[in-house]
């Protein structure tokens, strides 16, 4: 069992990761929100995953031998709700900036950074300090 999960973390993880390096503003909202279940599973899986028994201790008894851990499974609750609330907060300001720019590429959205001289870092670079395009590549 503790492979199948450690395969589905590592799946999931490599989703996120490549969602969250791409273009689109969608893609690495969603792509930020499938890191948050990786984490999530791998937080789960240090409760012990071995165990079915509750976490109740029977009465007349003072230790409980084979339970599973109850604290990574409330940090799991929790960080669901979290990730959930910032996961709609990270869609609608996506939302809001493809509807101010027009766009949703995020190299295009270089327009936004304040011009040069306006005492803001960082300023949008100027032709002249781009650096030269790959070789074999001619624009």
């Known amino acids: ?3 199948s999960l450690a395969i589905a973390v590592w799946v999931v993880l490599a989703v996120g990761v490549y969602l969250s390096l791409s273009r689109d503003i969608f893609r690495i909202a969603i792509g930020l929100a499938i890191l948050g279940s ?3 599973l791998i937080l789960l899986a240090t409760g012990r995953l071995d165990s079915v ?3 109740v201790i029977p009465p007349g008894e003072w230790l409980l031998a084979d339970a599973s851990n109850p604290l990574p499974q409330a940090l799991v609750l929790t960080a ?3 990730g959930f609330a910032l ?3 990270s869609l609608v300001l996506a939302l809001g ?3 101010r720019t027009g766009h949703d ?3 295009m959205l270089r327009e936004a950074e304040p011009k040069p001289g306006t005492g803001v870092k960082p300023p949008l670079p100027q032709p002249q300090h781009e650096p030269p395009p790959p070789p074999g590549k001619h624009t």
């Open 97 to 99: 900036l493809i509807r």
């Open 87 to 89: 996961t709609c907060f």
């Open 80 to 82: 669901i709700v979290i």
């Open 53 to 55: 028994l509750p976490a």
């Open 105 to 107: 590429n995020v190299l």
């Open 1 to 3: 069992m503790i492979w």
């Open 38 to 40: 990786a984490v999530n």
